[in-house]
């Protein structure tokens, strides 16, 4: 009975692995989302959601770091959100400065440029920290965003930096739910696999 | 002879009659036909009416027109009758006169020849008496023709006929004069016999009174009389609810009751006593009719002897038009109100939509001006670093300072415009004002073009630390003196502060005030500290320089802020009121400008303005902030002698805990550089910037701008070179020199000058003793020719004479304090990698790991640190693991590795640089002085020592592998030419680390 739960679960895992590598559903809500200057992005929308990255990431683990995946991959979201924190609160204040009379320096001449430039250049270098992960992890649809949000942010478009961060949003939520799916599903094989080779229940 | 008038007086006394309309003729008496006259609705009091016809002069008078009336349209009858008679006779006696001329005429006629005289007829039209008997004419005419017809002019026969037919002219008008006559007699007798004036009058009368109730009867009027005890005498009343009897002989008071039958009958009296009529609208609500409004009407009736015996009133029911009126004004008094509210609310809308409109342009302005100005000051200030020759450089400097003043004018109106509109929030900082008037005198000093002396003076009792916006108070203090050096040629500017014992219970709430404000603007006060953070990080770092004399006497300085706090504890939140004056040895202000001094746009007259310039705008600004915080702005002037310009700004102390807690806030700020700070400040208490007589130095060098905002820098560097110098003892001065020219040839004239002061000591290094001490001095030599660059000497900024034991002591404590920071450091990083290994630790290790293959990690991101490290540790290698690039080379510094992946971009140092680096200290054997510029240079200085006797073994050369993640500023060709040896692109697999080991990894 356990056993068939596994083979089932394991048989789950499978098909949900299959669907992240190659994802199609999500085409529909992508056309939804994207902006005509993000549309461009639409051509990887059939791709899938990770890549043989995470293969990679599944072949170091072993016996010595049985979670190493896990590990990896929380500390990557951890991680991933305090970028995304950083970067919405760094866009927010770019409207700001945007919209707002930066006036208030009678000495400092540049400042609200400077402001603007660095802010961008702050976004560009999170944007690199987050793409540097996802690579690693091998979250190809996020790391894919990100690459359009660092064009955004470097060519100074406000707008563009916007939509670009609502479809980053998107995707790694989506990257989110379905990770931790994965894991729950692993962890319930490992136990239903444990509890039958456990010696007491066997 | 003249027109006769009209034989018979058909129209006779129209005009008089007038008045009497009623009794024209016959279609009034049709109407009357009609109508069937009520008699009883009047009730007439007969016998009063006879008295009062008899007594009063109104009926009296009347009666004796109505005769006076008669009389004359009888005589005047009687006159014309009279006058026609005598014209008659008059004619008649001209007709005998003719007949006996005639009959004269014609005795003589046969003596005399034929008539020399004209014969006038009376026939003839001149004389018509008969023009209108028209019939009796041609009777005339017919004789005439006939005459004219039968007889021969002036013949006998003529003149007979002629004879016989003016005889018979005569007889007939003979006959027609008795006719008249008796007519005349007729008529006379008809006037006797038919008309007496009795008649006649009661005729009138009772037309008159027919037509008054023909008009009355449904009038709402009632008409009354009463005598002198305001008895009715006469009442007329459309509404009659009460019999005659119950009127007549009484008084309003006695008839009914209710409301207004008072005020109507003290109305009535006062006209009686007053004698002259009146009218009053009189609201009653009486039992009898109800609420009911009458217009009053009332007016005395006098006797001959001019006495009032009584009243006549006249009232009107006007309840429905009072009704109406009432609802009128209300409603007009509604829309008024309404009105009133239409236009406030409009000028509130006005108001809101000037308001929002100024905001709108603020922003505008601010986005649409500033930024592309910045635009052009910010290419400006690039383009005075590249290479230009002097004209270039002289026109550069008119754009930049140009720029900057369309900058600091825009700045000005906007600040102006948020005071006034009462945007400009205050944002309270912690501040030292010592250091403000400090750097706002060495600010103004900077840009000094003349010989003046710029001194500051900070009373004692000025606190240490208060809490204002140091923003607004330098923007004040920096705006009032460069007006002062504006208007003064020669001698001194200055800056005195010096608290002052006024207090006012007002300013704490305003302070409050200001202080809440400053809270609801959170993200300006953001803004603000990130601004203020790096300024203080300035003024630390600033001011490290003169730490190291200061670290000497710690003990005693802790003492003194000891004594300090202290004193804080005691002034715990206490509001201290700072007196600050601004004087010069100007030009002055005269009295007649001083009022509109603080005005916008005004300057003390128009010949200043042309020849200063400036656009008025900046003492309002001062006055307006200066008021905003609660203080005043004044000002004393002689004319010639120089103005002071005097403002008290309320600040509060912040208490020792405050204190404390900025501290923990700003990290920036370690706890001994605070100490050294404000002790430095209790000392120095007056700054002075002296002019200097201008040398080659000053006309020399380049860009003034350049060398004033590098020269906190500069002078930071200085001391790292020296460092540097004092780290690697083994090279040449001219070496060090050149090298630091190589770095900082932007401000080529300084590393110059250095040049030249490094020189002579060259052999002075040989000890480390030695050394120290020559260090102080380039320090100071070093100083002396910035500021001297600048065109002053800092007094009392620096006294950097130390001895090699101190110099030892410092550097001693702050290679400690730096080890213990790092350490924190790796602690910190190591605390966030659990799996990661910590060059620290690694130390540890080394003895153990020693002989394996030691490879160093560069990497920032954590993710890709676990990915790698899993990595290798399947590969069988222990890797280390290190943030960025400057700990990169630090822990090359620190020891030994065979291969270094080295990711491109990283913060503070990125993977190119530090692989320059790294590769010029192999190259060359020390590390480039760069290396140290960073913030922990007393580290590298003391890891260098310890490294400098393995410098040998380190000139091996190490791999370095870049970990690109393919990006465009990463290409593998930049990777190459910066010293890299090969790279793998990211994210990295298995597959490529392993075959990229194999390269390097003996196996």
């Known amino acids: 009975m356990l056993g068939l739960g596994a083979a089932r679960l394991e048989a789950d895992m499978n098909r949900l692995m299959a669907l992240l590598f190659h994802q199609f559903i999500w085409k529909e809500k992508m056309e939804k989302l994207a902006h005509p200057s993000t549309r461009w992005l639409m051509w990887d929308s059939a791709q899938g959601v990770l890549d043989e990255q995470f293969m990679q990431l599944q072949q170091l683990q072993d016996e010595s770091s049985p979670n190493f995946v896990s590990e990896v991959i929380s500390i990557y979201f951890r991680e991933s959100e305090k970028l995304l924190k950083n970067v919405r609160s760094l866009l927010s204040a770019l409207h700001l400065i945007r919209t707002f009379v930066a006036n208030w320096r009678v000495m400092f001449l540049s400042h609200r440029a400077d402001r603007e430039c660095t802010d961008y250049r702050k976004i560009g270098i999170h944007l690199n920290q987050l793409m540097g992960s996802s690579s690693s992890v091998g979250a190809k649809r996020v790391r894919t965003v990100c690459l359009a949000f660092r064009a955004a942010s470097e060519h100074r478009s406000w707008s563009g930096c916007l939509r ?32 039958r080779h456990h010696p007491l229940l066997s | ?64 027109y109505l005769v006076k ?83 021969e002019y002036d013949t006998a026969t003529y003149w007979k006929l002629r004879a016989l037919q003016v005889e018979k002219m005569l007889e007939e008008t003979i006959k027609r004069e008795d006719a008249l006559m008796q007519k005349l007699q007729e008529n006379i007798k008809n006037l006797e016999t038919q008309t007496s004036p009795v008649e006649e009058l009661s005729q009138i009368l009772k037309r008159a009174d027919n037509f008054l109730h023909f008009i009355l009867q449904t009038a709402p009027v009632v008409i009354g009389h009463q005598d002198k005890e305001l008895r009715y005498r006469f009442i007329y009343n459309h509404f009659p609810r009460l019999e005659e009897e119950d009127i007549i002989g009484k008084t309003d008071e006695e008839i009914f009751s209710g409301a207004g039958v008072k005020e109507i009958q003290d109305f009535k009296r006062e006209v009686l006593e007053r004698g002259s009529p009146a009218k009053r609208e009189i609201t009653f609500d009486t039992p009898l009719f109800g609420s009911k409004t009458f217009l009053i009407y009332v007016e005395p009736v006098f006797s001959k002897a001019g006495e009032t015996i009584g ?111 009462g945007a400009m929030k205050l944002e309270d900082t912690k501040f030292r004002p010592r250091e403000v008037v400090r750097h706002v005198l060495q600010t103004a000093a900077a840009s000094l073009k003349k010989e003046l002396t710029l001194e500051g003076h900070v009373a004692d009792d000025v606190p240490v630390e208060v809490i204002g916006d140091v923003l607004r108070i330098r923007q004040i203090l920096t705006n009032l003196i460069s007006n002062a050096i ?53 003024e630390s770092s600033h001011c490290s320089t003169c730490q190291k004399d200061l670290h000497q006497n710690s003990t005693e300085k802790h003492h003194l802020t000891n004594e300090d706090t202290e004193k804080h504890n005691q002034q715990y939140e206490k509001i201290v009121w700072v007196l600050c004056e601004v004087y010069d040895t100007g030009i002055g202000i005269p009295e007649k400008a001083l009022p509109s001094l603080f005005k916008k746009y005004m300057q003390a007259s128009a010949d200043h303005a042309r020849k200063y310039g400036g656009t008025g705008l900046g003492l309002a600004i001062c006055k307006q902030l200066v008021e905003l915080m609660g203080g005043n702005l004044t000002v004393t002037s002689k004319e010639h002698c120089g103005s002071i310009f005097t403002f008290v700004l309320p600040c509060e102390v912040p208490s020792k805990r405050e204190l404390s807690d900025d501290h923990d806030e700003n990290e920036a700020i370690s706890d001994c550089d605070i100490a050294a700070d404000s002790s430095r400040d209790e000392i120095n208490g007056s700054f002075i910037f002296k002019p200097l007589t201008r040398g080659t130095l000053f006309s020399s060098d380049g860009s003034m701008v350049h060398e004033t905002k590098l020269f906190g820098s500069s002078m930071l560097d200085a001391l790292h070179i020296s460092n540097g110098l004092l780290e690697s003892g083994s090279f040449s001065s001219n070496d060090c020199a050149s090298r630091k020219r190589a770095s900082f040839d932007t401000v080529s004239a300084i590393s110059d000058a250095k040049k030249t002061q490094a020189e002579p000591k060259g052999p002075a290094q040989q000890s480390l003793g030695n050394d120290a001490n020559d260090i102080g001095r380039i320090n100071r030599r070093d100083e002396g020719c910035q500021d001297s660059r600048n065109g002053f000497v800092m007094h009392k900024f620096d006294s950097s004479i130390m001895d090699s034991s101190r110099t030892q002591k410092i550097t001693d404590l702050q290679q400690g304090k730096m080890a213990s920071s790092d350490r924190a450091n790796m602690a910190e990083s190591s605390k966030s990698l659990q799996t990661c290994q910590s060059p620290t630790h690694e130390k540890e290790d ?82 480039d002085a760069s290396v140290t510029n960073g913030d922990d240079h007393a580290m590298t200085c003391s890891d260098t020592l310890i490294h400098a ?37 990211k994210p990295v697999t298995f597959q490529n680390l392993k075959q990229c080991l194999m390269q390097y990894v003996p196996c």
């Open chain 1, 164 to 195: 670009s961060l609502e479809v980053l949003e998107h995707e790694y939520c989506y990257l989110k739910t379905k990770l931790h799916e994965l894991f729950q599903m692993e962890q319930q094989r490992v136990m239903a696999a444990g509890a």
């Open chain 2, 1 to 64: 002879m003249e027109v006769l008038p009209s034989m018979w007086p058909e129209d006779i006394g129209n005009e008089a009659r007038k008045q009497f309309n009623m009794e024209q003729p016959g279609a009034d008496r049709d109407m009357l036909e009609d109508v069937t006259i009520k008699e009883e609705t009047s009730v007439v009091d007969f016998k009063r009416l006879l008295e009062l016809t008899n007594y009063s002069e109104k009926g009296s008078s009347q009666l004796t």
């Open chain 2, 69 to 151: 009336h008669w009389e004359y349209r009888h005589t005047n009858a009687v006159r014309l009758l009279n006058e026609e008679l005598n014209i008659l006779s008059k004619q008649r006696q001209e007709v005998e006169l003719k007949k006996l001329e005639i009959l004269e005429e014609h005795r003589f006629e046969d003596d005399k020849h034929a008539g020399s005289k004209r014969p006038v007829s009376i026939l003839e039209e001149a004389c018509d008496v008969w023009g209108r008997v028209p019939r009796k004419r041609s009777d005339v005419v017919a004789h005439n023709r006939k005459l004219d017809i039968d007889a």
């Open chain 2, 311 to 421: 009243v006549n009133y006249m009232g009107m029911d006007v309840s429905d038009q009072v009704a109406r009126r009432e609802r009128m004004a209300k409603l007009r008094e509604e829309i008024a109100v309404q009105k009133a509210k239409e236009t406030e609310l409009n000028k509130t809308i006005h108001i809101t939509e000037e308001t929002m409109r100024a905001k709108q342009m603020l922003a505008t302005m601010s986005h649409e001006i500033r930024s592309p100005l910045t635009g052009v000051v910010g290419m400006a200030e690039i383009l005075a670093t590249t290479k230009l020759d002097k004209e270039q450089r002289q026109l550069l400097d008119v754009m930049l300072s140009s720029g900057d003043l369309v900058l600091q004018l825009i700045n000005d109106i906007l600040d102006l415009s948020k005071v006034e509109s």
């Open chain 2, 486 to 538: 504006k208007f003064t040629h020669e001698g001194k500017v200055g800056i005195n502060l010096h608290a002052v014992s006024e207090q006012c219970p007002g300013c704490r709430e305003r302070r409050k005030q200001g202080l809440t404000a400053a809270l609801q603007s959170t993200r300006l006060a953001k803004e603000n500290s990130s601004e203020t953070q790096s300024y203080i990080d300035r």
């Open chain 2, 846 to 927: 080394n003895c153990i790991s020693d002989s394996s293959f030691k490879i160093l990690l560069v990497e920032d991101n954590k993710i890709n640190v676990m990915v790698a490290q899993s990595m290798m540790k399947q590969l069988g290698h222990r890797i280390d693991v290190v943030n960025n690039g400057l700990e990169a080379i630090h822990a090359v510094q620190r020891s030994h590795y065979d291969l270094i992946f080295m990711d491109v971009c990283m913060p503070l140092m990125d993977g190119m640089q530090a692989t320059r680096l790294i590769r010029s200290f192999e190259e060359n054997g020390y590390w």
């Open chain 2, 949 to 985: 006797s393995n410098a040998g073994q380190c000139r091996k050369r190490i791999p370095i592998i870049a970990m690109t993640a393919n990006s465009l500023a990463e290409s593998a060709a930049d990777c190459l030419a910066n010293g890299m040896d090969s790279f793998v692109s």
